[in-house]
């Protein structure tokens, strides 16, 4: 089975400063891995995903992710926080080597950034 | 349309009523997804479609859940008396192909309260 692990329910950070979101997972074989961002009632955004090559994936909005296989991570950073990048994010996991194409999502991280 | 949608936004069912929930997927793509979020959490699998075909409804919590696609477009996931702990966002995504890596677009859910 396969399942993904959001540690911090909350990140708070103060605009400008950098700024992780923690994910971990557990699948068999290789992953792929997806980062996804929700606002008040609206459906998720893609971010970004981690298919193969560079460990480390440039996604939308200043977002990137670094992909660690001997430490079956994949944290979300970004350099420079915004105060509208407040919102709650999800990492998700899909293994490479079945033929089951749905994302096994953690249960989410809310990013604060405080002005 | 621009991305997908879905209907009603948001829904009241008295318990033991059965209720009908709409997606309209991003035209063209070929697989779309079903997925059911409570509350503080991430999004669970409910079942996925490659065109008009079921490919997999694993997820889906009992018999009393019902999905189809019959022209490989629209989608309505259908639940037969209702019970409380249906109560939850279920969302919709498309896919553009099914084999390929695409990232999953989401649309902005269905809120389902039921009393």
């Known amino acids: 089975a396969q399942s993904v692990a959001q540690p911090e329910d909350q990140v708070n950070v103060a605009e400008g400063n950098p700024l992780t979101v923690k994910c971990t997972y557990s699948v068999s074989g290789n992953p792929y891995l997806f980062w996804y961002v929700q606002y008040p009632n609206r459906g998720l955004q893609f971010l970004l995903k981690?298919?193969?090559?560079?460990?480390l994936v440039k996604g939308s909005y200043g977002f990137e992710a670094e992909f660690n296989k001997s430490q079956t991570s994949f944290h979300l950073k970004k350099p420079s926080a915004l105060v509208s990048d407040s919102a709650l994010y999800f990492c998700a996991v899909r293994a490479s080597n079945t033929g089951r194409r749905a994302l096994t999502f953690g249960s989410g991280t809310r990013l604060q950034v405080q002005p | 349309g621009a991305g997908v949608s879905q209907s009603p936004r948001y829904k009241v069912a008295k318990r033991g009523q059965d209720v009908a929930l709409r997606c309209d997927p991003i035209s063209g793509h070929v697989s779309l997804f079903w997925y059911q979020q409570a509350l503080g959490q991430g999004p669970e699998f409910l079942t996925y479609f490659q065109n008009e075909a079921q490919l997999d409804k694993s997820g889906l919590p009992s018999d009393r859940f019902f999905a189809e696609r019959p022209e490989g477009s629209v989608s309505t996931l259908k639940i037969q008396r209702t019970q409380q702990e249906d109560s939850a966002v279920y969302l919709c995504?498309?896919?553009?192909?099914?084999?390929?890596?695409?990232?999953?677009?989401f649309g902005p859910g269905t809120r389902l309260t039921v009393l």
């Open positions: 995504a498309s896919s553009l192909n099914w084999g390929s890596l695409n990232e999953q677009f």
């Open positions: 981690y298919i193969t090559g560079d460990n």
